[in-house]
Each structure stands twice: as C-alpha cells, then as structure tokens.
C-alpha cells in the first residue's frame, strides 16, 4: 500500500514550531516511502479559525521547503455533506444517539458563552472491552473502554462535526495509512479507534511524536520564547530550520544533512519516547554552519546588501548566528556612529589616543596602511603597546567596541573611506 500521510493544522494560531515539526516528519515519511504528503485544514472550529492564520500556515510550511501534493487546500469546513452523511447513517444504525443535555450542562456553555444547545450527537457507550494500538513510536498501547474513554462526542448537530469524528473521517476518506501527530492526541486516539469501529472501518497506522520542550524540560511554550514560525523567519535559513526540527526527536548519524539525506535516513524507528529538548543555541549553531556555506552572492543579497565586497562576506559569516543581527556589521556599508571615548585604549587618555590616529593618518596619507606599519608604530611610540594604536583605529572604523579587525574592515570599505573615518575620530577626540 502506498504511504499516505498528513498534517492536518487547526488555524486557530499561527503556524507552530510543534506544528511544523510534525509537518516535517510526515513529510519525511511521505518522501522516504515514495508517498503522498497532504496538508488538510482542520477548520470545524469556525469561531476560533482565522483566514490570517491559514494564511500564516501555508507560508510556513512553504518556507520551511514542505511542499504537500493535494494541490486544490482540503478545508474540513468545505465537507459538511461527507460528514453529515457519516452522522446520519450512525444514527440510523443506532450507533449515534442524540444526546439530551442536563439543566447543569446548559448552564455551563450559557456561562462559557457557547451557543445554546439541548443535545450533541454521541457515540454509543462503548461495552466494557478494552482498546489496544500499536504505537509505532510508543509500543501497544491499551485502555479500557468504558472507564478511560467514556462517551464520546461526535457533533454538535449535523453540520458541526467535532474534532474527533471529522478526523475520522477524513483519514478514511482520503485513505491516509499513518497518522503521525504529536503526543498530546494520544488520549484521542482511543476516542477516533471507537469511531472507526462504529464505521466498520479498518484505523490506520499511528505513531504519536514527543513533545518539543523547553530547556526546563516542561512542554515548551511561550514562556521559553519564540514557539511561532514566522518570529524564527527572520532569524534562520529554512535550510537551517529543517535541519534543526529533523533533529528534534529523531537520531541521524551527523548534525548538519541535506534534505535528501535527512529524507533517505528517517525511520520512525528512530524517533525517540521521550521528549526533545528545544536548543535554541543549537539552532544558532546550525544557522551560522549554512550561513557559512553559502555562496558570496547568495550571502549578500540575502542579507540586502549585493553592493559589497566579497570580502566582507567571511567577516560577517564568521560571526552571524541569527539574520536579525546583521546590522551588527552596519559599519561595512554605513559610517559609524560612536562616542569620542570609545576610542581610547584601555587607560589612554585622549592626548595619547589622538597622536595614535594622527599618526595613522599620516601613515595612510603616504600608503596604503599594512600591519607592519602599524606593528612599527607601536613599537617606535606606544612602548610595544599595540592595543594604543589598533584599538582607536579598529573603533575609527567600526564604531564598535567589538567588531572585525581593522586590516579585515579597511580590505572591504577601501582606503578612502578608511581614511575619511580616521579623520572623523580625530575630530571627535579635538
Ligand atoms: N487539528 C489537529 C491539530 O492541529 C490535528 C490532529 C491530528 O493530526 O489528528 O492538532
């Protein structure tokens, strides 16, 4: 049978790094067996669903480089006749019952203001058997009927398909083989297989995913930061970011893989049991390593700067860790803008700060400025102390207490600009 998977996002908020993690390994999956990955928009919550986060979803995944086969958006909303007609015959077989709501019930949605409602449509109580799946990922799984699950809820009239049952049905419809979602459905899943049964219908395979957490190893969430992806856009390459959530959870042999390697090497075989710690400074990591990868060009246009100089390039790489922080390195396309005393070396004044760079500028005046030059004159006037002649300049240049070395600035912005930032400083100190 082919494989056919599934991400089946609720846009009830922006697309999730949880979401997008399960979305990854679906399509994984999907691609690793040759199959189908289909995104279907989980919808049946009209109140709560917004177009805005559909919207958000769709440019995630996208991003992210998941592309999903079922061209036309399968939207649940758009399928009320499929699920109404499953309501129906449940009903008719005597599998469904209305149920009627007590006083105390009503009472609670007027509270919660929920619609009104006199009953819901259920399942009927299940006998006291018990329910048993094989998790791929977490092993058999067993609950008893009666006592763990209870009467489950199918919808709210004809037209309001809850949760539990749409899912059903449109696993069966679609005929999707492996359900792979995140272990906050796991105590669903006994609910959907009782469903199933009622519908006559064979359950497909599941395999329930470990939570993402935060470093305090409790369920991540806003709390530890970011758990949105359009806030890691800006900050992180899609190649980055799908090496990184590959990770989550999963173990490959290295730490850095294409996507065709981290297609060819996903078994859910190797997705772990228990949790997976989200590392933020892991995917700083990642990011800088693909940073580094990337061609001159590339580079720069990504950053929005294809005016520069190659060199400037590996003087951003080696340091760039997240997108956000590239005006750090402003001072390669921008004057500086500092305070006077941040020029001075450690205990130099402002007398000895200024012969420093008066003497560089004489020294660019004459030549282009090289390390031996400037090795000299430390040596013949600052008593071997480089720091009173490299620290003004590197300042001069930068603007920055910390920043690339001076040689490594003047090779992107030329001696011109060197020497019109020098003077700048001189006047500064005056
Ligand atoms: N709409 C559900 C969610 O967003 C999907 C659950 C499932 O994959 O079955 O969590």
Redesign the pocket.
């Known amino acids: 049978m082919t494989v056919k998977v599934?991400?089946?996002?609720?846009p009830?908020g922006n697309l999730h790094v949880g979401?997008a993690r399960?979305a990854l390994f679906n399509w994984l999956y999907a691609r690793h067996h040759g199959g189908e990955f289909i995104l279907r928009i989980?919808d049946t919550d009209l109140e709560r669903s917004k177009p805005e986060f559909e919207r958000d979803i769709i440019d995630g995944l996208t991003w992210l480089g998941l592309h999903w086969d079922n061209g036309v958006l399968y939207r649940q909303s758009e399928h009320v006749a499929t699920y109404r007609s499953h309501l129906q015959r449940l009903l008719d077989e005597g599998k469904a019952f209305w149920r009627e709501f007590t006083t105390d019930e009503k009472a609670a949605l007027a509270a919660d203001g929920r619609t009104p409602r006199d009953s819901i449509i259920c399942l009927k109580e299940p006998d006291d058997t018990s329910i048993m799946f094989d998790d791929v990922i977490r092993g058999r799984i067993e609950v008893n009927a009666r006592r763990d699950v209870g009467i489950v809820s199918l919808a709210k009239d004809l037209d309001t398909p809850l949760?539990n049952f749409a899912?059903v049905i449109d696993?069966l419809e679609m005929g999707i083989t492996d359900?792979?979602?995140?272990e906050?459905?796991i105590s669903?899943t006994p609910k959907?297989l009782l469903i199933y049964r009622a519908l006559g219908a064979t359950p497909p395979r599941f395999a329930h995913l470990p939570l993402i957490l935060g470093p305090d190893r409790s369920k991540l969430s806003k709390r530890h930061g970011a758990v949105s992806m359009t806030e890691y856009r800006k900050d992180y390459l899609p190649e980055a970011m799908m090496d990184f959530l590959a990770h989550l959870g999963h173990t490959y042999p290295e730490e850095i893989m294409t996507p065709e390697a981290l297609i060819a090497g996903f078994e859910l075989a190797n997705v772990h049991k228990s949790g997976a710690v989200f590392d933020a400074r892991k995917l700083d990591w990642m990011n800088a390593q693909y940073l580094k990868r990337m061609s001159p060009s590339a580079f720069k246009s990504l950053v929005g700067h294809p005016e520069l100089d190659d060199a400037a390039v590996p003087i951003m790489t080696e340091r760039l860790e997240r997108l956000s922080s590239v005006d750090t390195f402003s001072y390669l396309w921008e004057e500086p803008r500092y305070e006077a005393d941040l020029l001075r070396w450690k205990g130099d004044d402002r007398a000895r700060t200024l012969k420093a760079l008066s003497e560089v500028a004489l020294l660019a005046d004459r030549a282009a400025l090289t390390q031996d030059d400037l090795d000299m004159l430390a040596a013949d006037h600052f008593d071997g102390t480089k720091g009173s002649v490299y620290w003004p300049l590197r300042v001069a240049l930068s603007g920055l207490d910390k920043s690339a070395g001076p040689m490594d600035i003047l090779a992107v912005i030329g001696p011109e600009r060197a020497r019109e930032r020098i003077l700048t400083a001189i006047s500064k100190l005056q």
């Open positions: 599934r991400i089946a996002p609720s009830t979401t399960t989980e949760y899912v696993d359900v792979i979602r995140g906050d459905h669903n959907q």
